[in-house]
């Protein structure tokens, strides 16, 4: 299989061309312009283009489905081009802005949670991903092309701020070297232009792999999937708990670089009379005491056959209140797209029942 342009940093790729500042050219047509072809690129000269076209693909990946949520959510069903499916989701956000002439405009705030691998080696018992095993690692363009491809797809501007989290299908940390380099090509100020501080990357928390992220500086927000505060029942949702326990991805997260104005994130999945109570939250208090955090609650979605249950509006909301009133910031994570088959992993699985 022939090499993507996607899979390179502009300094690799003008490494490997001569010129070597067409490689600046290239990466305007590929996140600027949404070029489809090599052929398009119209300022270099045409043996380039053939020669380029016979060395390198360009899309790794092409759109098998799509599913609207009523609240604007899409979520995307990808084939990569070995076949292998992934979901990447784009969110939107309404956002009010105000002119300096007091008019109010509505804007759409794009958040991309973009995969990293086929399936998943974490093997969480909450978790869709996790039921098709591991398949493969992406590579860096497999993660970029992601978000190229829902730009062109809904007509984005190539100036639109929007996000990137790392929330998709796979752990993020396990396949690093990809994703440094993602990291490295969303953020090239002539590419897609998505500052590390618009991404965040969440991870299931190998602890020694968050030490490796956060040496590497790239200047990228953390997300802990935390979901419980005692180790027993942690390793019953995430065995990988039993090699890096609680305590040591709290040491881990007091370690990684953190910009002074941002806080580290801890997601936390609350499952119906498993980690839903009072009790909980309390320790969650204490776990969190001196650590610049921010704790988001999710709700358990439930698939077919899945172990646990959804929890009630109520209980979610007495464990935000909890949290709150002890200092803690919190927030609820809205149900986006509970229409689509929200948590990722539910599409692909969906759509490989009825191949
Ligand atoms: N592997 C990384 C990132 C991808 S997991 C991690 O675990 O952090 C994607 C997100 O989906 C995680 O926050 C996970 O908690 C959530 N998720 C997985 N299964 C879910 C389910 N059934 N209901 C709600 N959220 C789920
Ligand atoms: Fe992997 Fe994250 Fe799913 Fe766990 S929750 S199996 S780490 S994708």
Not at 29 to 48: C, F, G, I, T
Not at 186 to 213: H, M
Not at 237 to 263: C, E, G, H, Q, T
Request: with cysteine.
């Amino acid at each position: 299989m022939k090499p993507s342009f996607f899979d390179y940093t502009k300094e690799a790729l003008a490494a490997r061309i001569t010129p070597s500042f067409r490689a600046k050219q290239i990466y305007n047509w590929l996140y600027v312009r949404y070029a489809q072809s090599v052929d398009e690129m119209a300022n270099l000269p045409k043996p380039m283009r053939e020669a380029l076209a016979n060395e390198y693909d360009m899309m790794p990946l092409r759109i098998l489905k799509r599913e609207y949520s009523s609240d604007g959510t899409i979520k995307y069903l990808f084939a990569l081009r070995d076949d292998k499916t992934i979901e990447t989701v784009l969110l939107r956000m309404k956002e009010e802005q105000i002119d300096c002439n007091g008019t109010r405009t509505q804007h759409a705030k794009y958040t991309v949670c973009v995969s990293t691998q086929v399936g998943c080696k974490v093997g969480c018992s909450f978790c869709l991903t996790a039921k098709g095993g591991f398949v493969r690692d992406l590579s860096a363009g497999e993660i970029v092309a992601q978000v190229v491809a829902i730009k062109k797809d809904n007509d984005i501007a190539p100036e639109r701020r929007l996000n990137i989290v790392y929330m998709g299908m796979g752990e993020p940390l396990d396949n690093l070297s990809a994703l440094s380099d993602a990291i490295t090509i969303f953020a090239d100020p002539e590419g897609l232009a998505i500052s590390p501080k618009r991404q965040t990357v969440s991870t299931s928390g190998l602890s020694t792999k968050i030490d490796a992220l956060g040496k590497l500086d790239t200047g990228v927000h953390i997300a802990i999937s935390l979901h419980a505060v005692d180790d027993a029942l942690r390793t019953e949702l995430i065995p990988m708990n039993k090699a890096y326990n609680i305590a040591s991805i709290i040491d881990a997260v007091r370690r990684f670089p953190i910009d002074a104005r941002k806080r580290v994130m801890f997601e936390y999945l609350v499952i119906k009379d498993k980690n839903d109570d009072i009790a909980s939250a309390k320790k969650l208090v204490k776990l969190l005491a001196g650590i610049k955090a921010k704790v988001n609650l999710i709700f358990f979605n439930p698939y077919e056959g899945s172990p646990y249950e959804r929890p009630s509006v109520e209980s979610v909301k007495a464990f935000a209140d909890y949290l709150i009133a002890h200092g803690l910031l919190a927030t609820i994570r809205e149900s986006k797209g509970i229409d689509i088959s929200a948590a990722c992993g539910q599409l692909r699985e969906k759509e490989m029942q009825t191949l």
